[in-house]
């Protein structure tokens, strides 16, 4: 992405509706998954480290990222060490070392995402999993996505059978950021339509408007650990090493 881009996320991550909501909904999946007392967490790709003070309540926690600049705002939180590194290479860790990987909104960044996934699982404990989120549905594609540089968007089909090309279990699969699909998707749809360039959709709205988004994406957070839900803007899938 654009420094720009990492500098507009910096300054928002912790109170944009989007990363706060989104970080109440993972936290509250992770403490369903069935982790050793103290696991090994990695974030690859973790940006400019909005997610790591989360993450860091679950165990000991490792991050990686490609990006210069938002490699030096991550490691400047003080949270954990954080390494140079991207997928598929180059990678600073040994196989085998990591209980729980989370790549969230990462894969769609990678032109190789299958190789990148394959690479990510061999860091993976026998027994880990690996938390992977990225944006749904191609027909969604946007000046967002531009803007961060995606290469594509995701269905659960598609998460599913890179999946199993990847060689890996699907454990939970699904959809989410799904009781605010309809909004998002016709504000999408009509910015299309009329042929508006709206970029990068991390901007902070107004207070008001951004509390009520957080809290209405945030409900999500007693439905994720229950189940996935058919429509979305966002995918989610909890994946492992076969057997």
Known sequence: MRPETYREMAEVQDR????????RILANLIRTLALPTEPRI???????????????????LCAMEYDVEARAIAASLGICPVAAGGLPDPVPFEDGQFDLICLLDVLEHIEDDLAALMRASKLLDPAGRLLVTVPAYAWLWSTHDEAHHHFRRYTVKSVRKLANAAGLSVYRLGYFNSLMFSLIAGARLLQKAVGKNAGSDAALPASFVNQLLTGLFGLERHIAPRTLFPFGTSVLAVLGKRP
């Open 42 to 60: 990695l974030e690859i790709g973790c940006g400019t480290g909005g997610n790591l003070a989360m993450l860091a309540r679950f165990g000991r």
């Open 16 to 23: 944009h509706w989007w990363f706060v909501a989104r970080k």
